[in-house]
């Protein structure tokens, strides 16, 4: 061991993360990206990596991260013009790096000398080709010892020109000189931390380690070894012992003046006993300085640093825009062991877990202390912020792994002989650290598949009429609590045959399987054991590590894999994830008096069967229950029988005395099955801790949790319930529940997300959270009034805002509290921020308005949440109220009032939202609730225009475009769709089928202008 | 081995325990059962947050067991996690008996007769006056 571990340990993250900005950095240079920034960037990254690993004595990394930075410094000073070929050498130079530091203990075996000896060349050989007098000059100037002949120290131009910059700036320039056990070791600062403090308070010039006494790693324990820095800092030498903690007689001023050379060899050499004069040779006299071992300095020596100060100037002119040598930043991070952050997560989720059972067992007290009510929501409101913070610090950007993948892209296409163009969208989302850990694998692989099995050859492509070079994206986004993403290409698709052939050709299946398998099926195949579909096994493929573990890797990490593809177009692999692993919400079910929490991931719905309803019953299919669930059989399993509880026959038997059988409908991948249980609780956001490797044989659990009574309980896993249960889920069943499972999302995209609040009043309103861009925290005395209206700063920008009491038909007080919200909206031009005092909760419900009780310009309606009446704003009507001379905006208005648009639109909110905005710009409006009705209505009244939502029961907006365009009475008929999803891809779609607009469900005012415009597309004024 | 041990009761049978293996003895067992799991665990425990696997030593080592219910009434012992061992482990004993200081002369390594119960987790035999104290080798025992 070299120091101490965890020193080591540090310099590898260290080193890491250096080498992958080096990798990023190469390879935007090769793109062309020559500006300085980016070279100085990569220099220094190197510089670091050699500095550090000097500390340890790591020889071989030192050696070839030497030469990478002579030859980067060579780039920097624009004297070699980087090109493919000393990129790649560059990038190989990297990985060695990288493999050396992965593996440091045995770093000294590598042997790097071919690497440096191709790099020398390549920087002889530049060298050569440009005659020129002065290129031949910068070559650097090594310092030997005339004893040992060994290479201590070089100063190139760089340092040079480095130090006369900072002299310019005032600084001073010294050598410490430190025992790296003695100074260090004593004061348990590692030695990069040393390196670094001395970087916040100078610029390091350089640093070697004295190490020549040192024959092994191991010895470094007993001798202790020196460590010389040179560097330059505006602080005094009396300030330095203070700054660096260290002892003030290790400190040695060095002379910035002519004297430079001078000092810096003398000092530098000192360690170095009986040097001797060395020759000089005249035509190494540079503008290097020229750096020998003697104790005294002869004049060639004084002339060339004079010669240097000019020679700097210049360059220093050239390059003007560098940074002054010292800047002191000030760090607004701090390094973290993660051991510490999986404690606080771990802590933190214990306190929630403590808060929890705190507010189960004190409820019935909560009355009796006064104040005791608020303390609680206090802490309660704490718990949770804390809880979440914690989890925030854990949060990584997925771009720490997606900025792997352009070097993948870059050598598979190389290898493979094909073009292509990676873009990555979304590298700011961000996942816990251990997913994205995990992620690195399943996604390069996915990549590696992407270029190599789904693009084609550039000759293929340009004969499938495609552009030559081929297209990879890499996106990630939020998608309803989850983070998806997506792999796509513009391939060639996945051809089912081939899948089908060669499932069969290795076994996977038989013939009579596959004839009833669906599209989706076969494509899961893909992700079996044993399964490549490469047709010759390149060493980028069909290394044995196939879809299977993608697959594999990803449910470990609680998430799905999912394939589409169209053949001749492209696939797209998407990958659905948790934000992190560590809490989850579920839902606590009982069986046998034993309590279970079931991942909500998985729940579709619930079913309430009663006895004696005949309408809704358990079937038998033979031996097999199954349930008609919206035409469709489902499998029933009883969790019970599954766990074998031996008691759960007997109950079966006695289910008359329940009367209820509830059955929780499960979707694991494309499966879907029932779950019958006993009994089902609340929803909990439990604590996932993993299952203890005892329990490694139950198939049925994925985790423990501790539940708000303090007792534990397993985690369900539907997929081993399914292995366990061994469902087989054929063709018909599948594809049924695929059907199925398509409409039940749509369900559930059409359930509202609402948001709860109160204003002064008593009243409870409710606004839809599509409508709203954010909430804001504001404090009551930031509110500026300008005449009579009220004004807060949003953004640097001042925003109106309203009280909605002011205007709505409510109650109004005089609360001030100092404490407000502001609802920011979104779709709206000019927002005006409404003020709330206080938010009650987000709510994912259907509403079912009801109709006409509580009326009001501004007002939407109301509706009954948790058993209390929530009014529903409507924000349109509330901002025209607010002003008018705004949002009235009569030219949307029509001016003849003949036209009828038939509406169709199944949910209430919406569709009495939208037909009040149609009903205010003068059409008449005809609702109706899915397309067969609509259908209906147009065979019986003349309509001028179809709005119609996509995601409808019965017959969607698609299936009805469809049909309005296969009837030739109605095939002119203007139909626009207003939807919620309006991804291009769902715009596609849209326009396909027939639509001739695709609007957003809640843009008022682009709404009535696209109406306006699809009239006048048909030449009619309106 | 030499160090103080400590002395527990299962069926009757005296056992002894490297003290420096015991994190602590809980008199409260409280634990849920987890249906379909290795009949050698009793259930899970909730200990300060952390989840503890109680197992059935009884069972483990042969030992005719009487009912559940009994058990319910006992105490237990909880071990140290060890670092290549990151989940918590315990187990249900009927009653603690003492902590006793070893001598390493008064060890013996386990007779080859034994068979009353599964010789493997015996790690050594300790003799003290009065009876023979059977230390447990728990890595062996507990490696499920």
Partial sequence: ?1022 | MTGKALSFYLQDKMFGLDIRLVKEISRKVDFSVVPDSDPNIVGLMNLRGQVVTLFHLGKILGLESDDLEQEKESACIILKALPNQPHQIGFLIDRTGDVIDIQEDWCEKTPANVEEINGEYIQEVVKLNEELLLMLDTEVVFDA
Avoid at chain 1, 10 to 23: D, K
Avoid at chain 1, 358 to 381: M, P
Avoid at chain 1, 391 to 406: A, D, E, S
Avoid at chain 1, 470 to 495: F, P
Wanted: glycine residues 6%; proline residues 3%; contains cysteine.
């Fill in chain 1, 1 to 1022: 061991m070299i120091h101490n571990e965890e020193f080591i340990n540090e310099f590898i993250e260290e080193a890491e993360s250096h080498l992958q900005m080096v990798e990023t950095g190469l390879l935007a240079m090769e793109e062309g990206k020559m500006n300085k920034e980016n070279i100085n960037n990569i220099f220094r990254s190197i510089h670091s990596i050699k500095g550090t690993a000097g500390f340890f004595g790591l020889d071989r990394i030192v050696e070839l991260a030497h030469i990478m930075e002579n030859l980067l410094g060579e780039v920097r000073n624009e004297k070699i013009q980087p090109d493919s070929v000393m990129v790649d050498l560059l990038l190989t130079g990297n990985d060695q790096l990288k493999a050396m530091v992965d593996d440091v203990f045995n770093s000294h075996e590598y042997d790097v000398s071919k690497l440096v000896e191709s790099m020398s060349n390549l920087m002889e050989g530049k060298e050569a080709t440009s005659n020129d007098e002065a290129q031949k000059k910068e070559s650097e100037t090594t310092v030997t010892s005339t004893e040992t002949h060994e290479t201590v120290l070089t100063i190139n131009s760089k340092q040079r020109e480095q130090i006369e910059d900072a002299k310019k700036h005032g600084h001073y320039l010294y050598r410490v000189k430190i025992g790296i056990n003695k100074d260090i070791g004593a004061k348990e600062i590692s030695p990069i931390r040393f390196f670094k403090k001395i970087q916040s308070v100078g610029e390091i010039v350089d640093s070697y380690t004295d190490i020549s006494d040192i024959k092994s790693l191991d010895s470094v324990m007993d001798a202790d070894v020196y460590f010389s820095f040179v560097f330059t800092t505006v602080l005094e030498k009396k300030l330095l012992p203070i700054a660096l903690d260290i002892e003030d007689d290790t400190i040695e001023e060095l002379n910035l003046d002519e004297q430079l050379s001078k000092e810096l060899i003398t000092t530098l050499s000192e360690d170095e006993e009986s040097s001797k004069e060395t020759e000089e040779t005249e035509n190494d006299v540079t503008e290097e300085a020229e750096v020998h071992f003697e104790e005294e300095q002869d004049e060639p020596n004084q002339e060339e640093t004079l010669e240097e100060v000019t020679e700097s100037q210049e360059i220093q002119s050239s390059a003007s825009a560098k940074k002054p040598a010292a800047v002191s930043t000030v760090e607004d991070s701090v390094r973290v062991h993660v051991s510490l952050l999986n404690d606080l997560l771990n802590l933190a989720s214990e306190m929630v877990l403590g808060r929890n059972q705190l507010l189960r067992n004190i409820e019935e007290h909560r009355k009796e202390i006064s104040g005791l009510d608020a303390i609680l929501q206090n802490i309660d409101r704490v718990t949770t912020e804390l809880q979440e913070k914690v989890m925030q610090t854990r949060m990584q950007p997925v771009g720490n792994v997606f900025n792997k993948m352009p070097r993948v892209i870059r050598d598979l296409s190389k290898k493979l002989g094909k073009e292509v163009e990676l873009n990555i969208e979304g590298s700011h989302v961000e996942l816990d650290k251990s997913i994205i850990e995990s992620l690195s694998d399943p996604l390069t692989h996915l990549i590696r598949n992407a270029v190599d099995h789904g693009l084609e050859s550039p000759d293929k492509r340009k004969k499938s009429g495609k552009t030559p070079s081929g297209q990879v994206d890499l996106k990630a986004y939020h998608e309803s609590g989850y983070v998806h993403i997506d792999i796509v290409d513009d391939g060639a698709g996945i051809d089912a045959e081939k899948i089908k052939n060669k499932a069969l050709e290795k076994g996977l299946v038989s013939e009579s399987d596959l004839k009833n398998m669906s599209d989706q099926e076969i494509l899961q195949l893909l992700m079996m054991p044993g399964f490549s579909t490469a047709e010759k096994i390149t060493d980028v493929s069909g290394r044995g590590v196939g879809m299977d573990v993608v697959k594999t890797n990803i449910e470990k990490l609680g998430g799905t894999i999912e394939i589409t593809t169209k053949l001749g177009e492209g696939t797209t692999f998407r990958m659905i994830l948790p934000l992190t692993l560590a809490i989850i919400p579920s839902l606590i079910v009982e069986v046998d008096e034993f309590k279970f929490a079931l991942p909500q991931v998985n729940l579709q719905e619930m079913v309430r069967l009663k006895t004696g309803d005949e309408t809704k019953k358990i079937e038998y299919v033979h031996n097999a229950q199954v349930l008609r669930l919206r035409g469709k059989l489902l499998p029933i399993v009883h969790l019970g029988k599954v766990l074998g509880l031996e008691s759960h026959k007997i109950k079966e038997i006695n289910q008359e005395i329940d009367d209820i059988t509830r059955i929780l409908v499960l979707k694991v991948g494309s499966k879907r099955f029932g779950l019958v249980v006993d009994h089902i609780y609340d929803e909990e956001e439990i604590l996932v801790k993993p299952l203890p490797k005892f329990f490694k044989n139950c198939q049925c659990y994925s985790g423990v949790t501790i539940m708000g009574d303090g007792k534990t309980a397993m985690i369900l896993d539907p997929e081993g319930i399914v292995a366990k249960a061994s469902l087989r889920f054929m063709d018909e069943q599948t594809k049924a529940s695929e059907r199925e499972a398509s409409a039940q999302l749509n369900e559930l995209k059409e359930m509202q997300n609402m948001l709860i609040f109160k204003c002064s009043g008593e009243e409870t309103f409710g606004i839809d959270l599509s409508l709203v861009s954010r909430v804001e925290e504001i404090n009551s005395d930031s509110i500026d009034h300008i005449g009579n209206k009220e004004y807060i700063q949003h953004r640097g920008e001042a925003l109106r805002v309203v009280r909605p009491e002011s205007y709505l038909p409510v109650t109004k007080k005089d609360n001030n509290p100092r404490k407000l919200y502001v609802i920011i909206p979104k779709l709206v031009k000019n927002p005006i921020g409404i003020i709330i005092e206080k938010i009650h909760d987000t709510i994912m419900t259907s509403i079912k308005l009801n109709q006409e009780d509580i009326k009001g310009k501004g007002l939407l309606g109301s509706t009954i949440i948790n058993d209390k009446i929530v009014l529903l704003i409507n924000i349109y009507e509330l901002f025209e109220m607010v002003s008018p001379e705004e949002y009235e905006n009569q030219s949307l208005k029509i001016s003849s009032n003949d036209r009828t648009i038939l509406l169709a639109e199944d949910t209430p909110f919406f569709a009495r939202l939208t037909k009040n905005y149609l009903e205010w710009a003068g059409y008449h409006v005809i609702s109706v609730m899915n397309g067969q009705e609509a259908l209906d209505a147009l065979k019986e009244k003349p309509v001028d225009l179809v709005l119609s939502d996509i995601q409808m029961p019965v017959m969607d907006g698609l299936e009805l475009v469809r049909n309005i365009r296969k009837d030739p009475d109605l095939a002119a008929l203007p139909v626009v769709a207003l939807t919620s999803m309006t991804s291009e891809k769902d715009r596609e779609m849209g326009k396909e089928a027939g639509f001739d607009f695709y609007e957003f469900k809640l843009d008022k005012a682009t709404i009535l202008s696209t109406l306006k415009n699809a009239f006048e597309m048909r030449g009619e004024t309106v």
